[in-house]
């Protein structure tokens, strides 16, 4: 199972981020084999749409279930489109997440929020 996790670094040992769009890095695991790539997140700096960016870079991964802390409402059109599963993250580094993923110790994300619109604007 490939799992997509928004990480602050580019290790398992990484935590995991609080954001999904503006994340640097997303960790790819096989959850069997613990084998992961990274993956430079080019939505992080985007004016707008950074969700929905970020949310296409996780589909073209391959990854089967994203586990994140929030998730807007138009990435997770993107992911469900994509027959992703979006999990709720637990504070930890990418490793202690995927344990916990592994020992059924996640909930499925349910908050999903309308997304942050016009940044800075009116």
Do not use: W
Request: hydrophobic residues 45%; negative net charge; glycine residues 10%.
């Amino acid at each position: 199972m490939k799992i997509a996790i928004p990480s602050e670094g580019t290790t398992l040992e990484s935590i995991v981020n609080q954001s999904f769009g503006r994340t640097h890095y997303f960790i790819v695991v096989d959850s069997d084999t613990l084998q992961f790539k990274v993956i430079d997140n080019q939505a992080a700096s985007a004016q707008g749409g950074a969700g929905i960016k970020a949310a296409q870079a996780v589909v073209d991964s391959g990854a089967e279930i994203v586990i994140t802390f929030h998730c807007g409402q138009n990435a997770a059109d993107v992911l469900k489109a994509a027959g992703i599963k979006i999990m709720k993250a637990v504070t930890g580094s990418v490793f202690e997440v995927v344990q916990k993923y592994k020992n059924g110790e996640l909930m499925e994300l349910m908050e999903i929020h309308p997304g942050y619109h016009n940044h800075g604007g009116v």
